[in-house]
């Protein structure tokens, strides 16, 4: 039903199995991507010329007036008089983009004319094949619908706990610290333990079934099972109170409520890692290369969809038929999840080498991080994602500056948001589509030349005008970001180690989620005297900003590297293998 075929070749899942020639410099590309840096440079360029007419409109007597200080004067009357310069800086932002559109058009179209041949391989039935598989289309179509199917099934079932329990804890008399740390800390600690874990695990396991459906098929019963009983939260706290349990252990039936609920989290949660990490690393060993934007998109189309059926037609049941919804949600993902397995079939993997006889057992630890952490290229992509998670960090006060400062009014941006929540939806298979054809990379680097002049705006948005444009390019540069940033991973790390480099990717993420709000939190409550001040939230955009260059620094080393090293066509992870010899 769909199934791929297997060829002999064996799967090292680092190269396409049809040699391509190096790929040679695409000026259309440079060149508009140059014009996009030029227009990027001119408009901080454009407020230091202006200073001096600024000054002498508002009647600024200190010539030595800083820039910054100056900014905030350019959109005062927008759009009349000076601030005008706000429309004539996103229009050319707009053009910037424009052109980068044409010269990615123009890109395809020179690749069709001047390189006919890599072009058709790319069309070929060979650009279905990924290791040992290869898909006839009805077999990749296939392969997409149940994978398709069981992220449905998955992200209705994610939906479940992070809505509920919190509910269901209050509702037992928890106090909002044993609430955040059965939710968030307890899982986050789980995570940051074990992950790695099963992710070096998973990538060096062998069976018929492949490497990572095992996994996933295993641990299934045993999560529905704890999620299920997570539905009787209530009963069991009621049951304790009333028995004489608490009185023999010596501890207060408040507590011995929340060891027990607690004890099922952990439960849940360590199984639902095995599936939460393992679920995406199999996209690495079953989707072929040249596919990897379209099912990025209908990915995300597929999960908003589930989010959709959750808020509309059960959310509003949650704290009625609360038993009903956890175990429906279980049994849906135990059937879903247990078709995609027996559907999707795994193709077969070289024997590891970096496996043999361990002369401790830290040494799995030792090679994790050696190969993880052994080549700057791998460090500087970990160090853009850490980065640009930084510089999200402090993004939900934004609101304060927008709602206290501004008086932008909830339906106002509640409607731009769905607005434009839509669009993007509705552009994210297009943006698929132009990934594939073009390269994550590249259009990964367009999105952040666009969002960082945009970003710098932010801070100087003066009413709705003004922010319905930034949030409309801000929106719309953001959903390319996002549409990129999968398919870059699984263009750049190696692909029969990916469980491993991506839950060290997830490491630095997780230590900088950990470690940031304690830097953002007081820094902001300095900046707006205890939340006082609300104009000063507008520092959250110069926060950003202070983070996505040096991201996009680390960014550009990356994209560098991969262009000196075959780029679309040419590219092979370095080499950090750590070899082990075998006994014998």
């Known amino acids: 039903m769909g199934e791929p075929k297997k060829s002999d070749t064996p799967a090292t899942g680092v190269a396409n199995p049809v040699a391509k020639p190096k790929t040679e410099s695409d000026p259309i590309f440079w060149g508009s991507l140059l014009l996009l840096a030029a227009v990027t440079a001119a408009v901080p360029a454009s407020y230091y010329f202006q200073a001096a007419a600024v000054r002498e409109q508002y009647g600024l007597s200190d010539y030595t007036l800083k820039v910054f200080e100056a900014l905030p004067y350019f959109f005062k009357a927008w759009p009349e008089g000076v601030g005008s310069g706000l429309v004539v800086r996103l229009v050319l932002l707009i053009a910037a983009a424009a052109g980068m559109a044409a010269g990615f058009l123009g890109s395809v179209r020179r690749n069709r004319r001047l390189r006919l041949t890599q072009v058709k391989e790319e069309v070929s039935p060979e650009a279905r094949r990924v290791g040992t598989l290869f898909y006839t289309k009805r077999g990749l179509i296939m392969m997409f619908f149940w994978m398709l199917w069981g992220d449905f099934c998955f992200t209705l079932m994610e939906r479940i706990f992070p809505v509920i329990m919190p509910l269901q804890l209050k509702a037992l008399g928890a106090s909002n610290t044993a609430l955040l740390f059965l939710k968030m800390q307890l899982p986050a600690a789980l995570s940051f333990a074990l992950v790695p874990i099963i992710s070096f695990k998973s990538d060096r396991f062998r069976s018929r079934w492949g490497r990572r459906i095992p996994f996933i098929f295993v641990t299934a019963p045993f999560l529905v099972l704890f999620l299920g009983l997570l539905g009787y939260s209530q009963e069991i706290g009621e049951w304790i109170h009333a028995s004489s349990l608490p009185g023999t252990l010596h501890l207060s039936p408040y507590l011995l409520t929340l060891i027990v609920i607690g004890a099922l989290i952990v439960a849940f949660q360590f199984f639902n890692l095995f599936v939460n990490s393992v679920f995406w690393y199999l996209f690495a060993d079953v989707i072929p290369k040249a596919y990897y934007g379209r099912f990025t998109a209908m990915f995300s189309l597929v999960g908003n969809l589930a989010g959709f059926v959750f808020k509309t037609w059960i959310y509003g049941h949650i704290l009625t038929h609360t038993s009903y919804i956890y175990w429906g949600a279980g049994l849906l993902y135990l059937v879903g999840f247990s078709l995609m397995c027996t559907q999707v079939k795994e193709g077969k993997y070289p024997p590891p080498e970096d496996v043999g006889v361990r002369k401790n057992r830290f040494e799995g630890a030792i090679i994790f991080f050696r190969e993880c952490f052994g ?48 669009l993007c939806l509705l552009l994210s298979y297009i943006y698929g589509y132009l990934i594939d054809r073009v390269n994550p990379l590249k259009t990964m680097l367009v999105s952040i030349f666009l969002l960082v002049p945009i970003t710098m705006a932010g801070a100087f ?71 006082k001040t609300f104009s000063n939230y507008r ?20 994209f560098v590297y991969w262009v000196r090293h075959g780029g679309k066509h040419g590219y092979v992870p370095p080499d950090t293998v750590v070899r082990v010899k075998t006994e014998g």
């Open 461 to 531: 948005i003066t009413g709705f005008n003004s922010y319905l444009m930034v949030a409309v390019v801000t929106s719309l540069s953001s959903q390319l970001f996002d549409s990129s940033t999968g398919p870059m991973m699984l263009n750049l790390l190696p692909l029969e180690r990916y469980g491993q480099f991506s839950s060290a990717n997830a490491l630095f993420r997780h230590a900088v989620n950990t470690l940031g709000p304690f830097v953002a939190g007081p820094v902001f409550d300095y900046l707006t005297d205890g939340g």
């Open 539 to 558: 520092y959250v955009f110069y926060w950003q900003a202070g983070f996505m260059l040096p991201a996009l620094v680390a960014f550009l080393f990356v």
């Open 375 to 422: 080549h700057p290229f791998f460090v500087c992509i970990f160090l853009f994602n850490a980065l640009w998670t930084v510089s999200n960090l402090a993004n939900d006060l934004k609101i304060f500056f927008f709602f206290n400062h501004l008086k932008l009014s909830l339906d106002q941006m509640g409607a731009i948001d769905g607005i434009m929540g839509i």
